[in-house]
């Protein structure tokens, strides 16, 4: 009887946009509905509730005002140069750091979609173990035969409530087979796209030329493992 006298069911996100178009919300906290509703993380999730409760308008309303007194001391500049052009260069320092740091897209992407995590190293170093150990099940193949991981072997996994993607990799070395020769170029273009790659040393011997050439690529994104602690050290933090 309703929709035949011109009602209409409502839409999906009919409420959240009837209460932007009514400003009863600003955009970022309408924005912050979607994500709560396609968050697949408990990180995830609380950042779309406290984007949700205000806090992204805060922190611009807060950057707006801070903008407005960095203009009035640029003005004031022109009449008293000395006294206050260091205080507005310091000003606007802090502003554009402030403003880089809270729109790092990378940041945002990870606590949306999930950190991708790459384990990299030689053969036989115990990357299959140590995901396996990760993910708390005998998930991949794990034998003393070098070159037993043949392919890139992904599974999700839940880190400090963030999502993430922890991948296993072919050995990384020089080799003849051409089955394993694809697995190592997968691998190095797994390790190249990752937001973090664990370089995993066999801690109970001697670096390898293939352990050197692996930590010479290490960045930012690295984090060096040393493997196999229940064997007697060769190699310690200190040597590296």
């Not at 001391?73 to 502003?95: R, W």
């Amino acid at each position: 009887l309703l929709t035949a006298s011109g009602a209409r069911m409502a839409g999906p996100g009919e409420f959240t946009r009837r209460a932007f178009l009514n400003g009863r919300i600003d955009l970022s906290r309408a924005d912050a509905v979607m994500q709560l509703i396609g968050a697949t993380s408990e990180a995830a999730a609380r950042a779309s509730i406290r984007q949700l409760e205000g806090g992204v308008t805060g922190f611009v309303r807060a950057a707006s005002d801070r903008l407005i007194q960095m203009l009035s001391l640029i003005e004031a500049c022109t009449d008293f140069p000395d006294e206050v052009e260091e205080q507005a260069t310091a000003g606007i320092s802090a502003l554009k750091a402030e403003l880089s740091r809270r729109c790092d897209p990378k940041s945002a992407r990870i606590l949306r979609e999930g950190a991708s995590i790459v384990l990299a190293g030689r053969p036989n170093v115990g990357k299959s173990s140590l995901m396996n150990a990760l993910l708390n099940q005998e998930r991949a193949i794990v034998t003393s035969i070098p070159g037993t991981t043949r392919d890139v072997l992904t599974e999700r996994i839940s880190i400090g409530g963030i999502t993430a993607e922890l991948s296993d990799t072919a050995g990384r070395r020089a080799t003849d087979d051409p089955v394993e020769r694809i697995g190592v170029e997968r691998a190095t273009r797994a390790v190249d796209q990752a937001d973090v790659v664990l370089m995993v040393i066999d801690a109970s011997e001697p670096l390898s030329a293939e352990d050197a050439i692996l930590l010479a690529s290490a960045d930012e994104r690295a984090i060096v493992c040393l493997n196999k602690s229940d064997l007697p050290a060769a190699v310690r933090a200190v040597d590296l």
